[in-house]
Protein backbone atom coordinates (compact mmCIF):
# COMPACT_ATOMS: atom_id res chain seq x y z
CA UNK A 1 0.00 0.00 0.00
CA UNK A 2 3.36 2.18 -0.13
CA UNK A 3 2.32 5.75 1.26
CA UNK A 4 -0.86 5.38 1.90
CA UNK A 5 -0.82 2.65 3.72
CA UNK A 6 2.14 4.35 5.79
CA UNK A 7 0.02 7.42 6.40
CA UNK A 8 -3.10 4.98 7.93
CA UNK A 9 -0.79 3.51 10.47
CA UNK A 10 1.01 7.10 11.36
CA UNK A 11 -2.63 8.00 12.05
CA UNK A 12 -3.30 4.78 14.19
CA UNK A 13 -0.34 5.01 15.45
CA UNK A 14 -0.88 8.85 16.58
CA UNK A 15 -4.51 7.31 18.51
CA UNK A 16 -2.04 5.58 20.68
CA UNK A 17 0.89 7.32 21.54
CA UNK A 18 -1.90 10.71 22.70
CA UNK A 19 -5.12 8.59 24.18
CA UNK A 20 -4.11 5.39 24.80
CA UNK A 21 -3.96 5.03 28.98
CA UNK A 22 -2.76 1.13 29.55
CA UNK A 23 0.04 1.48 26.84
CA UNK A 24 3.27 0.71 29.72
CA UNK A 25 0.56 -1.81 31.57
CA UNK A 26 0.11 -3.45 28.52
CA UNK A 27 4.10 -3.29 27.71
CA UNK A 28 4.68 -4.80 30.65
CA UNK A 29 2.66 -7.43 30.82
CA UNK A 30 2.84 -9.07 27.09
CA UNK A 31 6.27 -8.39 27.11
CA UNK A 32 6.58 -6.37 23.92
CA UNK A 33 7.88 -3.09 22.98
CA UNK A 34 5.83 -0.52 21.16
CA UNK A 35 8.76 1.25 19.18
CA UNK A 36 9.74 -2.26 17.69
CA UNK A 37 5.36 -3.23 17.00
CA UNK A 38 5.64 0.05 15.42
CA UNK A 39 8.36 -0.26 13.08
CA UNK A 40 7.44 -4.08 12.25
CA UNK A 41 3.61 -3.04 11.46
CA UNK A 42 4.60 -0.07 9.41
CA UNK A 43 7.11 -2.41 7.39
CA UNK A 44 3.94 -4.71 7.06
CA UNK A 45 1.70 -2.35 6.03
CA UNK A 46 4.11 -0.93 3.10
CA UNK A 47 4.18 -4.61 1.85
CA UNK A 48 0.77 -5.51 1.45
CA UNK A 49 -0.93 -5.77 -2.03
CA UNK A 50 -5.00 -5.08 -1.75
CA UNK A 51 -6.98 -3.13 0.92
CA UNK A 52 -7.76 -7.12 2.35
CA UNK A 53 -4.74 -7.30 3.49
CA UNK A 54 -4.12 -3.78 4.79
CA UNK A 55 -7.31 -4.01 6.84
CA UNK A 56 -6.48 -7.42 8.41
CA UNK A 57 -3.04 -5.51 9.20
CA UNK A 58 -4.95 -2.78 11.19
CA UNK A 59 -6.96 -4.96 13.03
CA UNK A 60 -4.25 -7.01 14.00
CA UNK A 61 -1.98 -4.29 15.36
CA UNK A 62 -5.09 -2.85 17.56
CA UNK A 63 -5.50 -6.67 18.96
CA UNK A 64 -1.85 -6.85 19.94
CA UNK A 65 -2.90 -4.50 23.31
CA UNK A 66 -5.45 -7.84 24.17
CA UNK A 67 -8.24 -4.75 25.11
CA UNK A 68 -11.65 -5.42 25.57
CA UNK A 69 -12.34 -1.80 25.11
CA UNK A 70 -9.85 -1.09 22.50
CA UNK A 71 -10.95 -1.70 18.96
CA UNK A 72 -10.60 -1.18 15.23
CA UNK A 73 -14.05 -0.85 12.92
CA UNK A 74 -14.41 -0.29 9.07
CA UNK A 75 -18.03 0.89 8.59
CA UNK A 76 -19.61 -1.13 5.63
CA UNK A 77 -20.56 0.93 2.84
CA UNK A 78 -23.83 1.00 1.36
CA UNK A 79 -22.25 0.17 -2.17
CA UNK A 80 -21.05 -1.99 -4.14
CA UNK A 81 -17.48 -3.64 -4.10
CA UNK A 82 -16.47 -2.47 -1.39
CA UNK A 83 -15.99 -5.43 0.82
CA UNK A 84 -17.35 -8.87 0.88
CA UNK A 85 -19.03 -11.74 3.06
CA UNK A 86 -18.39 -15.47 3.30
CA UNK A 87 -21.15 -17.13 5.23
CA UNK A 88 -22.56 -20.69 5.61
CA UNK A 89 -25.66 -20.37 5.88
CA UNK A 90 -26.96 -19.95 9.75
CA UNK A 91 -25.94 -17.97 12.88
CA UNK A 92 -26.47 -18.94 16.45
CA UNK A 93 -24.79 -18.46 20.32
CA UNK A 94 -22.72 -20.02 22.52
CA UNK A 95 -23.47 -23.09 25.14
CA UNK A 96 -20.27 -24.48 26.18
CA UNK A 97 -18.36 -25.58 23.75
CA UNK A 98 -20.53 -25.73 20.88
CA UNK A 99 -22.38 -23.27 18.97
CA UNK A 100 -26.19 -24.09 19.22
CA UNK A 101 -27.63 -22.69 15.57
CA UNK A 102 -30.78 -20.19 16.28
CA UNK A 103 -31.28 -18.87 12.93
CA UNK A 104 -31.34 -19.40 9.21
CA UNK A 105 -30.09 -16.79 6.66
CA UNK A 106 -33.52 -15.84 4.77
CA UNK A 107 -32.06 -17.14 1.59
CA UNK A 108 -31.44 -20.49 2.81
CA UNK A 109 -34.92 -20.50 4.44
CA UNK A 110 -37.07 -19.47 1.53
CA UNK A 111 -34.86 -22.45 -0.41
CA UNK A 112 -36.89 -25.08 -1.20
CA UNK A 113 -34.22 -28.03 -1.00
CA UNK A 114 -32.94 -30.04 2.40
CA UNK A 115 -30.43 -27.57 3.79
CA UNK A 116 -28.30 -30.08 5.84
CA UNK A 117 -28.05 -27.90 9.38
CA UNK A 118 -31.38 -27.65 11.35
CA UNK A 119 -32.20 -24.78 13.93
CA UNK A 120 -31.00 -26.56 17.33
CA UNK A 121 -28.44 -28.42 15.82
CA UNK A 122 -24.86 -28.29 17.93
CA UNK A 123 -21.53 -27.62 15.88
CA UNK A 124 -18.69 -28.64 17.89
CA UNK A 125 -16.02 -28.48 15.32
CA UNK A 126 -15.26 -26.67 12.44
CA UNK A 127 -12.13 -28.50 9.61
CA UNK A 128 -11.56 -31.10 12.33
CA UNK A 129 -10.37 -28.66 15.22
CA UNK A 130 -12.66 -27.90 17.80
CA UNK A 131 -14.68 -23.96 17.90
CA UNK A 132 -12.21 -22.89 20.70
CA UNK A 133 -9.41 -23.78 18.91
CA UNK A 134 -10.99 -21.92 15.87
CA UNK A 135 -11.39 -18.68 17.77
CA UNK A 136 -7.86 -18.96 19.35
CA UNK A 137 -6.15 -19.61 15.89
CA UNK A 138 -8.45 -17.75 13.53
CA UNK A 139 -10.40 -14.81 15.31
CA UNK A 140 -8.44 -13.20 18.16
CA UNK A 141 -5.47 -12.07 15.81
CA UNK A 142 -8.18 -9.51 14.58
CA UNK A 143 -10.21 -8.73 18.04
CA UNK A 144 -8.98 -9.97 21.59
CA UNK A 145 -10.51 -9.01 24.93
CA UNK A 146 -7.70 -10.06 26.61
CA UNK A 147 -9.66 -12.44 28.35
CA UNK A 148 -10.04 -16.14 26.79
CA UNK A 149 -13.53 -16.95 28.00
CA UNK A 150 -14.71 -13.70 26.74
CA UNK A 151 -13.10 -14.19 23.45
CA UNK A 152 -14.94 -17.96 22.93
CA UNK A 153 -18.02 -16.40 24.04
CA UNK A 154 -17.61 -13.29 21.77
CA UNK A 155 -16.05 -14.98 18.20
CA UNK A 156 -18.17 -18.18 18.46
CA UNK A 157 -20.94 -17.26 15.98
CA UNK A 158 -18.42 -14.86 14.06
CA UNK A 159 -16.01 -18.28 13.07
CA UNK A 160 -18.88 -18.86 10.55
CA UNK A 161 -19.85 -15.47 9.08
CA UNK A 162 -16.74 -13.59 8.08
CA UNK A 163 -16.66 -9.88 6.69
CA UNK A 164 -13.20 -8.93 4.71
CA UNK A 165 -13.61 -5.61 6.34
CA UNK A 166 -13.82 -7.46 10.09
CA UNK A 167 -12.62 -10.96 10.78
CA UNK A 168 -10.81 -11.52 7.46
CA UNK A 169 -12.47 -14.21 4.69
CA UNK A 170 -11.79 -17.91 5.14
CA UNK A 171 -8.54 -19.21 3.18
CA UNK A 172 -10.34 -22.38 2.11
CA UNK A 173 -13.58 -22.62 -0.31
CA UNK A 174 -15.53 -25.58 1.72
CA UNK A 175 -15.90 -25.99 5.37
CA UNK A 176 -16.34 -29.67 7.29
CA UNK A 177 -18.90 -29.21 10.34
CA UNK A 178 -18.88 -31.71 12.93
CA UNK A 179 -22.69 -31.78 14.12
CA UNK A 180 -24.32 -33.21 17.00
CA UNK A 181 -27.97 -33.45 16.35
CA UNK A 182 -30.16 -35.97 18.65
CA UNK A 183 -27.28 -37.44 20.51
CA UNK A 184 -25.92 -38.35 16.96
CA UNK A 185 -22.64 -37.07 15.25
CA UNK A 186 -22.28 -36.27 11.53
CA UNK A 187 -20.39 -34.70 9.46
CA UNK A 188 -21.31 -32.14 7.32
CA UNK A 189 -19.59 -30.63 4.32
CA UNK A 190 -20.88 -27.00 3.67
CA UNK A 191 -19.14 -24.44 0.55
CA UNK A 192 -18.53 -21.28 2.08
CA UNK A 193 -20.50 -18.62 -0.08
CA UNK A 194 -18.36 -15.70 -0.61
CA UNK A 195 -20.49 -12.51 -1.97
CA UNK A 196 -19.99 -8.63 -2.48
CA UNK A 197 -21.11 -7.14 1.00
CA UNK A 198 -24.21 -4.96 -1.17
CA UNK A 199 -25.40 -8.04 -3.08
CA UNK A 200 -25.31 -9.78 0.17
CA UNK A 201 -27.93 -8.17 2.23
CA UNK A 202 -30.05 -7.01 -0.95
CA UNK A 203 -30.61 -10.38 -1.61
CA UNK A 204 -31.46 -11.18 2.22
CA UNK A 205 -33.80 -7.80 2.41
CA UNK A 206 -35.57 -9.44 -0.66
CA UNK A 207 -35.91 -13.22 0.38
CA UNK A 208 -36.95 -11.73 4.35
CA UNK A 209 -39.62 -9.72 2.35
CA UNK A 210 -41.60 -12.55 0.31
CA UNK A 211 -41.09 -14.79 3.12
CA UNK A 212 -43.14 -12.52 5.15
CA UNK A 213 -45.49 -12.03 2.98
CA UNK A 214 -46.08 -15.37 2.44
CA UNK A 215 -48.95 -18.14 3.86
CA UNK A 216 -47.00 -20.83 4.33
CA UNK A 217 -46.37 -21.09 8.23
CA UNK A 218 -43.43 -22.91 9.70
CA UNK A 219 -42.00 -22.12 5.89
CA UNK A 220 -41.45 -18.08 6.01
CA UNK A 221 -39.84 -15.85 8.71
CA UNK A 222 -42.30 -15.14 10.90
CA UNK A 223 -41.32 -12.59 13.58
CA UNK A 224 -38.23 -11.69 12.61
CA UNK A 225 -37.02 -8.87 10.19
CA UNK A 226 -33.56 -9.61 8.45
CA UNK A 227 -30.89 -7.27 9.38
CA UNK A 228 -26.99 -6.45 8.57
CA UNK A 229 -26.53 -4.57 11.69
CA UNK A 230 -24.37 -4.65 15.12
CA UNK A 231 -24.80 -8.44 16.48
CA UNK A 232 -23.86 -9.18 20.08
CA UNK A 233 -22.28 -11.19 21.62
CA UNK A 234 -25.86 -12.02 22.99
CA UNK A 235 -27.16 -12.78 19.65
CA UNK A 236 -29.26 -9.41 19.83
CA UNK A 237 -29.01 -6.35 17.27
CA UNK A 238 -27.15 -3.13 19.05
CA UNK A 239 -28.71 -0.26 18.16
CA UNK A 240 -26.01 2.10 16.18
CA UNK A 241 -27.19 5.24 17.69
CA UNK A 242 -27.53 3.94 21.14
CA UNK A 243 -23.81 3.39 20.80
CA UNK A 244 -22.71 6.00 19.16
CA UNK A 245 -24.26 8.27 21.76
CA UNK A 246 -22.55 6.89 24.53
CA UNK A 247 -18.72 7.05 22.72
CA UNK A 248 -18.50 9.45 20.33
CA UNK A 249 -17.00 12.49 21.34
CA UNK A 250 -18.88 14.46 18.87
CA UNK A 251 -21.92 14.01 19.84
CA UNK A 252 -24.25 16.67 22.08
CA UNK A 253 -25.42 13.84 24.51
CA UNK A 254 -22.10 12.44 25.45
CA UNK A 255 -20.45 12.50 28.53
CA UNK A 256 -17.12 10.64 29.83
CA UNK A 257 -18.84 9.42 32.67
CA UNK A 258 -21.09 7.11 30.52
CA UNK A 259 -18.22 5.76 28.62
CA UNK A 260 -17.83 2.87 30.80
CA UNK A 261 -19.43 0.35 28.36
CA UNK A 262 -18.48 -2.83 26.40
CA UNK A 263 -19.49 -2.65 22.54
CA UNK A 264 -19.35 -3.95 19.34
CA UNK A 265 -19.61 -2.29 16.49
CA UNK A 266 -18.51 -5.38 13.80
CA UNK A 267 -21.76 -4.94 11.36
CA UNK A 268 -22.84 -8.67 10.41
CA UNK A 269 -26.25 -10.61 9.84
CA UNK A 270 -29.13 -11.55 12.19
CA UNK A 271 -32.70 -11.64 11.92
CA UNK A 272 -33.94 -8.73 14.03
CA UNK A 273 -36.84 -10.66 16.46
CA UNK A 274 -40.08 -8.97 16.93
CA UNK A 275 -42.17 -9.65 20.51
CA UNK A 276 -41.07 -13.35 20.48
CA UNK A 277 -39.51 -14.50 23.53
CA UNK A 278 -40.80 -17.77 22.51
CA UNK A 279 -38.61 -18.13 19.22
CA UNK A 280 -34.74 -19.54 20.14
CA UNK A 281 -32.34 -17.16 20.71
CA UNK A 282 -33.87 -14.64 22.21
CA UNK A 283 -35.49 -11.49 21.44
CA UNK A 284 -33.91 -8.62 20.07
CA UNK A 285 -36.09 -5.90 20.71
CA UNK A 286 -34.46 -3.40 22.42
CA UNK A 287 -37.78 -1.93 23.36
CA UNK A 288 -38.85 -4.22 25.80
CA UNK A 289 -39.06 -3.46 29.62
CA UNK A 290 -40.20 -5.06 32.89
CA UNK A 291 -41.34 -8.71 33.00
CA UNK A 292 -41.50 -8.46 29.13
CA UNK A 293 -37.77 -8.18 29.31
CA UNK A 294 -37.71 -10.23 32.11
CA UNK A 295 -39.63 -13.18 30.22
CA UNK A 296 -37.45 -13.05 26.95
CA UNK A 297 -34.17 -13.15 28.60
CA UNK A 298 -34.38 -15.32 32.02
CA UNK A 299 -36.59 -18.06 33.38
CA UNK A 300 -39.73 -17.07 36.05
CA UNK A 301 -40.33 -19.20 39.05
CA UNK A 302 -44.39 -19.82 38.84
CA UNK A 303 -44.21 -19.14 42.33
CA UNK A 304 -42.51 -15.53 41.50
CA UNK A 305 -44.31 -12.26 42.97
CA UNK A 306 -43.21 -9.18 40.59
CA UNK A 307 -42.17 -5.72 42.38
CA UNK A 308 -44.47 -3.47 40.46
CA UNK A 309 -41.73 -0.59 41.63
CA UNK A 310 -39.01 -2.06 39.59
CA UNK A 311 -39.98 -1.24 35.94
CA UNK A 312 -36.56 -0.33 34.55
CA UNK A 313 -34.44 -3.42 36.47
CA UNK A 314 -37.25 -5.89 36.46
CA UNK A 315 -37.25 -8.20 39.93
CA UNK A 316 -39.54 -10.40 41.87
CA UNK A 317 -39.71 -12.07 45.49
CA UNK A 318 -40.30 -15.92 46.22
CA UNK A 319 -40.79 -18.32 49.01
CA UNK A 320 -37.91 -20.59 49.32
CA UNK A 321 -37.23 -23.67 51.67
CA UNK A 322 -34.16 -23.09 54.16
CA UNK A 323 -31.92 -25.64 53.62
CA UNK A 324 -29.85 -27.23 56.90
CA UNK A 325 -25.84 -28.11 56.59
CA UNK A 326 -27.26 -31.92 55.78
CA UNK A 327 -28.57 -30.94 52.68
CA UNK A 328 -32.31 -31.23 53.95
CA UNK A 329 -35.03 -28.82 54.11
CA UNK A 330 -35.67 -27.88 57.94
CA UNK A 331 -38.96 -26.57 57.07
CA UNK A 332 -38.41 -23.21 57.53
CA UNK A 333 -38.56 -20.65 54.57
CA UNK A 334 -37.37 -17.49 54.09
CA UNK A 335 -38.15 -14.83 50.79
CA UNK A 336 -35.59 -14.39 48.70
CA UNK A 337 -35.78 -11.18 46.21
CA UNK A 338 -34.25 -10.89 42.22
CA UNK A 339 -33.23 -8.51 40.18
CA UNK A 340 -32.60 -8.42 36.64
CA UNK A 341 -29.48 -5.49 36.33
CA UNK A 342 -28.84 -6.25 32.74
CA UNK A 343 -27.19 -2.89 31.73
CA UNK A 344 -25.70 0.69 32.86
CA UNK A 345 -27.07 2.32 30.15
CA UNK A 346 -30.81 1.96 30.12
CA UNK A 347 -33.23 4.23 28.48
CA UNK A 348 -34.79 5.78 31.45
CA UNK A 349 -33.19 8.93 33.49
CA UNK A 350 -30.65 8.36 36.07
CA UNK A 351 -32.55 9.75 38.22
CA UNK A 352 -35.41 7.97 37.57
CA UNK A 353 -33.67 4.57 37.93
CA UNK A 354 -32.14 5.51 41.30
CA UNK A 355 -36.32 6.49 42.65
CA UNK A 356 -37.38 2.98 41.00
CA UNK A 357 -34.35 1.46 42.31
CA UNK A 358 -35.08 3.02 45.79
CA UNK A 359 -38.89 2.00 45.79
CA UNK A 360 -38.09 -1.37 44.77
CA UNK A 361 -35.97 -1.86 48.51
CA UNK A 362 -38.56 -0.05 49.85
CA UNK A 363 -40.52 -2.32 49.24
CA UNK A 364 -38.37 -5.51 49.93
CA UNK A 365 -38.08 -3.61 53.29
CA UNK A 366 -41.96 -3.89 53.65
CA UNK A 367 -42.02 -7.64 52.69
CA UNK A 368 -39.07 -8.62 55.04
CA UNK A 369 -36.93 -9.64 52.44
CA UNK A 370 -32.89 -8.74 53.16
CA UNK A 371 -31.68 -11.90 50.25
CA UNK A 372 -30.98 -10.31 47.23
CA UNK A 373 -29.99 -12.23 43.54
CA UNK A 374 -28.96 -9.59 41.18
CA UNK A 375 -27.95 -11.16 37.74
CA UNK A 376 -25.70 -9.13 35.82
CA UNK A 377 -25.01 -12.14 33.38
CA UNK A 378 -23.99 -10.42 29.73
CA UNK A 379 -24.19 -6.67 31.37
CA UNK A 380 -22.03 -4.66 28.47
CA UNK A 381 -21.92 -2.02 31.36
CA UNK A 382 -22.41 2.39 30.93
CA UNK A 383 -22.48 4.72 33.20
CA UNK A 384 -20.10 4.82 35.56
CA UNK A 385 -21.67 7.65 38.03
CA UNK A 386 -25.13 5.16 38.11
CA UNK A 387 -23.33 2.16 39.11
CA UNK A 388 -21.76 3.94 41.63
CA UNK A 389 -24.93 5.32 42.36
CA UNK A 390 -26.88 1.94 42.60
CA UNK A 391 -23.84 0.23 44.74
CA UNK A 392 -24.14 3.13 47.40
CA UNK A 393 -27.72 2.83 47.34
CA UNK A 394 -27.62 -1.12 48.02
CA UNK A 395 -25.78 -0.24 51.40
CA UNK A 396 -26.40 1.57 54.49
CA UNK A 397 -22.59 2.13 54.90
CA UNK A 398 -20.69 4.93 53.11
CA UNK A 399 -19.08 2.56 50.16
CA UNK A 400 -14.98 2.81 49.14
CA UNK A 401 -15.56 3.21 45.81
CA UNK A 402 -12.30 2.75 43.46
CA UNK A 403 -10.02 4.67 42.00
CA UNK A 404 -8.39 6.18 38.91
CA UNK A 405 -5.61 6.86 36.74
CA UNK A 406 -6.50 9.29 33.76
CA UNK A 407 -4.56 9.13 30.76
CA UNK A 408 -2.58 12.77 31.03
CA UNK A 409 -4.19 14.06 27.54
CA UNK A 410 -5.63 17.04 26.31
CA UNK A 411 -8.95 15.64 26.40
CA UNK A 412 -8.61 14.85 30.13
CA UNK A 413 -7.25 17.86 31.02
CA UNK A 414 -9.36 19.94 28.97
CA UNK A 415 -12.23 18.50 30.60
CA UNK A 416 -11.42 19.50 33.90
CA UNK A 417 -10.36 22.94 33.63
CA UNK A 418 -13.83 23.24 31.77
CA UNK A 419 -14.95 21.96 35.42
CA UNK A 420 -12.75 24.66 36.90
CA UNK A 421 -14.04 27.59 35.06
CA UNK A 422 -17.88 26.52 34.83
CA UNK A 423 -18.99 23.75 37.55
CA UNK A 424 -21.90 24.34 39.28
CA UNK A 425 -20.86 25.15 42.60
CA UNK A 426 -17.20 26.98 43.98
CA UNK A 427 -16.43 23.58 45.88
CA UNK A 428 -16.59 21.80 42.62
CA UNK A 429 -14.72 24.16 40.37
CA UNK A 430 -12.52 24.43 43.30
CA UNK A 431 -11.86 20.48 43.70
CA UNK A 432 -11.95 20.60 39.44
CA UNK A 433 -8.88 23.04 39.54
CA UNK A 434 -7.16 21.09 42.12
CA UNK A 435 -7.11 17.82 39.55
CA UNK A 436 -6.07 20.39 37.15
CA UNK A 437 -3.02 21.19 38.32
CA UNK A 438 -2.19 17.41 39.55
CA UNK A 439 -2.96 16.40 36.01
CA UNK A 440 -0.43 19.29 34.78
CA UNK A 441 2.28 18.46 37.41
CA UNK A 442 2.35 15.04 36.98
CA UNK A 443 2.26 15.63 33.20
CA UNK A 444 5.17 17.87 33.81
CA UNK A 445 7.03 14.81 35.05
CA UNK A 446 6.59 13.27 32.08
CA UNK A 447 3.92 10.50 33.13
CA UNK A 448 1.38 8.97 31.07
CA UNK A 449 -0.85 8.47 33.74
CA UNK A 450 -2.38 10.40 36.22
CA UNK A 451 -2.14 9.35 39.88
CA UNK A 452 -4.60 7.65 41.50
CA UNK A 453 -7.63 9.47 42.89
CA UNK A 454 -10.97 8.57 43.90
CA UNK A 455 -13.76 8.07 41.30
CA UNK A 456 -15.97 10.39 43.21
CA UNK A 457 -13.81 13.15 41.71
CA UNK A 458 -16.12 12.46 38.85
CA UNK A 459 -19.15 13.42 40.96
CA UNK A 460 -18.33 15.08 44.11
CA UNK A 461 -20.52 14.91 46.77
CA UNK A 462 -22.71 12.36 44.80
CA UNK A 463 -22.36 9.57 47.15
CA UNK A 464 -23.69 9.39 50.60
CA UNK A 465 -24.97 6.66 52.79
CA UNK A 466 -28.12 4.85 52.10
CA UNK A 467 -30.15 5.42 55.86
CA UNK A 468 -33.15 4.42 54.50
CA UNK A 469 -31.71 0.56 55.04
CA UNK A 470 -32.31 -0.79 58.43
CA UNK A 471 -29.96 -4.33 58.16
CA UNK A 472 -27.27 -5.27 55.48
CA UNK A 473 -28.41 -7.26 52.70
CA UNK A 474 -27.38 -10.36 52.16
CA UNK A 475 -26.58 -10.51 48.04
CA UNK A 476 -25.18 -12.75 45.77
CA UNK A 477 -24.16 -11.31 41.94
CA UNK A 478 -24.73 -13.32 39.19
CA UNK A 479 -21.96 -12.83 36.50
CA UNK A 480 -20.12 -14.09 33.47
CA UNK A 481 -17.47 -13.63 31.12
CA UNK A 482 -19.09 -11.15 28.96
CA UNK A 483 -20.25 -9.14 32.24
CA UNK A 484 -17.43 -5.80 31.37
CA UNK A 485 -16.79 -2.44 32.11
CA UNK A 486 -19.28 -1.13 34.25
CA UNK A 487 -20.33 -4.41 35.52
CA UNK A 488 -16.77 -5.27 35.80
CA UNK A 489 -16.01 -2.36 38.22
CA UNK A 490 -19.79 -2.74 39.80
CA UNK A 491 -18.76 -5.96 40.40
CA UNK A 492 -15.21 -5.06 42.07
CA UNK A 493 -17.35 -2.16 44.42
CA UNK A 494 -19.45 -4.57 45.93
CA UNK A 495 -16.82 -7.37 46.60
CA UNK A 496 -14.76 -5.16 48.02
CA UNK A 497 -16.51 -3.41 50.15
CA UNK A 498 -18.11 -6.79 51.72
CA UNK A 499 -21.15 -5.93 50.11
CA UNK A 500 -22.29 -9.07 47.65
CA UNK A 501 -20.86 -12.67 46.97
CA UNK A 502 -20.18 -13.15 43.32
CA UNK A 503 -21.16 -16.24 41.38
CA UNK A 504 -20.78 -17.54 37.53
CA UNK A 505 -17.48 -17.35 35.42
CA UNK A 506 -14.64 -14.17 35.69
CA UNK A 507 -15.72 -10.94 34.78
CA UNK A 508 -14.07 -9.74 31.22
CA UNK A 509 -11.66 -7.15 32.49
CA UNK A 510 -12.46 -4.29 30.98
CA UNK A 511 -11.17 -1.74 32.95
CA UNK A 512 -11.69 1.85 32.03
CA UNK A 513 -13.54 3.93 29.38
CA UNK A 514 -13.62 3.52 25.90
CA UNK A 515 -14.17 6.69 23.22
CA UNK A 516 -13.94 6.76 19.23
CA UNK A 517 -11.66 8.27 17.55
CA UNK A 518 -12.37 9.02 13.89
CA UNK A 519 -10.87 8.64 11.63
CA UNK A 520 -8.06 7.23 8.98
CA UNK A 521 -7.12 9.15 6.11
CA UNK A 522 -7.36 6.64 3.60
CA UNK A 523 -9.40 3.47 5.33
CA UNK A 524 -11.82 5.40 7.37
CA UNK A 525 -10.80 3.39 10.40
CA UNK A 526 -11.82 4.31 13.64
CA UNK A 527 -10.09 3.64 16.44
CA UNK A 528 -11.32 3.62 20.00
CA UNK A 529 -9.02 3.67 22.90
CA UNK A 530 -9.18 3.02 26.49
CA UNK A 531 -8.60 6.08 28.07
CA UNK A 532 -8.51 5.54 31.77
CA UNK A 533 -8.10 3.16 34.08
CA UNK A 534 -9.81 1.82 37.27
CA UNK A 535 -7.78 0.60 40.04
CA UNK A 536 -9.89 -1.75 43.12
CA UNK A 537 -9.66 -1.01 46.16
CA UNK A 538 -10.69 -2.38 49.86
CA UNK A 539 -9.13 -6.28 50.28
CA UNK A 540 -7.44 -5.67 46.34
CA UNK A 541 -6.37 -2.63 46.77
CA UNK A 542 -4.19 -1.18 43.70
CA UNK A 543 -5.18 -4.24 41.44
CA UNK A 544 -6.68 -2.95 37.88
CA UNK A 545 -9.94 -3.87 36.36
CA UNK A 546 -8.41 -4.22 32.75
CA UNK A 547 -7.09 -8.06 31.68
CA UNK A 548 -7.96 -8.76 35.48
CA UNK A 549 -11.72 -9.00 35.67
CA UNK A 550 -13.04 -10.35 39.13
CA UNK A 551 -13.09 -13.53 40.18
CA UNK A 552 -16.26 -15.62 41.22
CA UNK A 553 -16.49 -16.81 44.97
CA UNK A 554 -18.33 -19.58 43.30
CA UNK A 555 -17.57 -20.40 40.11
CA UNK A 556 -20.34 -21.56 37.44
CA UNK A 557 -20.18 -22.21 33.97
CA UNK A 558 -22.69 -19.77 32.66
CA UNK A 559 -22.21 -20.50 28.88
CA UNK A 560 -22.96 -24.29 29.85
CA UNK A 561 -26.92 -22.77 30.38
CA UNK A 562 -27.07 -20.36 28.05
CA UNK A 563 -30.73 -21.92 26.58
CA UNK A 564 -31.55 -22.69 29.58
CA UNK A 565 -31.76 -19.03 29.85
CA UNK A 566 -28.81 -19.69 33.10
CA UNK A 567 -31.47 -20.81 35.12
CA UNK A 568 -28.91 -22.78 36.93
CA UNK A 569 -26.71 -20.11 37.78
CA UNK A 570 -29.26 -18.42 39.62
CA UNK A 571 -30.16 -22.39 41.64
CA UNK A 572 -26.57 -22.21 42.82
CA UNK A 573 -27.01 -18.90 44.51
CA UNK A 574 -30.03 -19.91 45.73
CA UNK A 575 -28.23 -22.75 47.53
CA UNK A 576 -25.80 -20.02 48.85
CA UNK A 577 -28.47 -17.76 50.23
CA UNK A 578 -30.43 -20.75 51.87
CA UNK A 579 -28.42 -22.92 53.53
CA UNK A 580 -27.46 -22.65 57.49
CA UNK A 581 -23.72 -22.16 57.79
CA UNK A 582 -24.00 -22.25 62.22
Known amino acids: MGRVGAADFYWLFSQFNENYAPLELKQQRYGFNYEQLKAKYLADAQATKNNDEFYKLMFQFVSEFKDAHTSASLTASQLPARAKVAYLGFSGKRVGETLVVTELLPTIKADKSEFPIKVGDHITKIDGI ?79 KKANSSDKGEEAVLGSVFQLGFLRYDGKIEPSASIMQTIVRELPNFSFWNTFRFVDSTPVWAAKLLNDPTVVGGNNDDTLKGAELLGA ?4 PKHAVPVTEAKTFPAYVTREKIVGKDGKATGATKLVAYMYLNTFSPKTAEPEVMKEIQATLDQLKVLGATDLIIDMINNGGGSLTLGMKIAQTLSKEKVVQPDIQFRLSET ?7 GSLLGDSDAERELSRRIFETFKADQALGKRLSRRLSVESLEPFGFVANDKLDTKLNIVLLVNEMCASMCDIFTGIMKDNGLARVVGTKTMGAGG ?33 ENNGVEPDVEVRTADSTMEKYEPVRVKALELLLTETK
Open 513 to 545: NVVDHYEAPNSHLTVRQTESLIVRTGANDGVYI
Open 130 to 208: TLRESVVNEQVKFRNLGNEESNVTYHMNKIFNRVSTANGLPAGDTAVLTVMREKKERQVALPWVVKDLFVFNQEQKAAT
Open 412 to 418: WLDNFEK
Open 297 to 300: DRKT
